[in-house]
């Protein structure tokens, strides 16, 4: 599916922006919590790894919750047959008119790729998933993944390329996010859906399924008051709120156009029987 120049051409555009995380990153107790299951602490807490049997998933989360920022992980994802297996990485304010930016990794059968899935919550209202393969194997190595909130934009990347954007358009009557959200992290069963529509079962003979996370890093603003302080949390003091993450450059650019030409598999703003007009963020995020 995906040709050596492509591989060569994503190498190229990724090579220069690490958006300031501390190279190994801070330890997991300084700024994360263990919420659920089987969580092992590992390089004296620089690296946990969640493991998934029949009898539990596993979480952990952000201590603060945070009013902007540039939330990044280093993850590597299950091996071999994950069909059903999610791994999501995720901002959500929670409850059930909750703002959330996800990154969910999609299992599948072995030999079949992974699939990144993203969706945007606004006010409990989802329903703007756009999915992407990868242009390299998720499960064999560490690969960083990032999600980007500011006053002016959303962007998911992986590894620096931006593969989706979601531009602040309020004052065209577009929701954006803006409740305070934990960075949530889990693996769980998700064989009711995640995989052919539900159809691909967990084999469990592949059990326990385990994910790698490193860099625990909290570059965002925190908010753990009820509302976001927007003078603060928007602030230029704060490097994600600086002109260079207000936009993508002219690098980001050509990356984000090549993999949303090459990888996207999926983008509800073109999934006209479900949505016959496509909704108003779809054409202002051109
Ligand atoms: C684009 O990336 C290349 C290679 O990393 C770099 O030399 C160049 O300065 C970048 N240009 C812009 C506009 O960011
Ligand atoms: C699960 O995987 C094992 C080992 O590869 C295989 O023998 C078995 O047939 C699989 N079960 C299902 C239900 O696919």
């Known amino acids: 599916m995906f040709s050596v120049l492509d591989f060569v051409l994503v190498l190229f555009l990724i090579g220069t922006v690490d958006a300031g995380v501390p190279a190994g990153g801070r330890p997991f107790d300084d700024n994360y919590v263990v919420t659920w299951g089987n969580v092992l602490k590992l390089d004296q807490g620089r690296e946990v790894q969640l493991s998934m049997d029949k009898t ?7 201590k603060h919750k945070f009013g902007s920022g540039f ?18 990485f995720y901002l959500t304010s929670k409850g059930d008119t909750q703002d959330e930016l996800d990154f969910e990794f999609l299992g599948d059968r072995e ?20 999915k992407f393969v990868l242009w390299f194997d998720p499960s064999t190595d560490f690969h960083t993944y990032g999600i980007l909130w500011n006053p002016y934009q959303i962007a998911f990347y992986v590894d620096n390329v931006p593969i989706r954007i979601f531009k602040n358009n309020k004052r065209y009557g577009v929701g954006y996010p803006s409740k305070p959200m934990t960075l949530v992290v889990s693996l769980w069963n998700g064989e009711g859906w995640a995989t052919d529509g539900g159809k691909a079962k967990i084999n469990w003979s592949y059990a326990p399924f385990k994910a790698n996370f490193e860099r625990f890093s909290d570059s965002g603003c925190h908010a753990d008051g009820l509302n976001i302080n927007a003078k603060v949390c928007g602030s230029t003091t704060y490097w994600w709120n600086t002109i260079q993450y207000s936009r993508l450059s002219a690098n980001e650019t050509t990356a984000f156009k090549n993999v949303r030409a090459k990888y996207m598999t999926y983008d509800y703003c073109s999934d006209h029987p479900r949505y016959p007009v496509p909704p108003t963020e779809c054409r202002l995020n051109q």
């Open 111 to 130: 030999g079949k790729p992974i699939q990144i899935q993203t969706n945007v919550f606004i006010n409990g209202q989802g329903n703007r998933e756009q």
């Open 56 to 62: 539990s998933g596993a979480g952990f989360q952000s």
């Open 71 to 88: 939330f990044q992980m280093r993850i590597k994802l299950p091996p071999k047959d994950t069909a059903g297996v999610v791994t999501a």
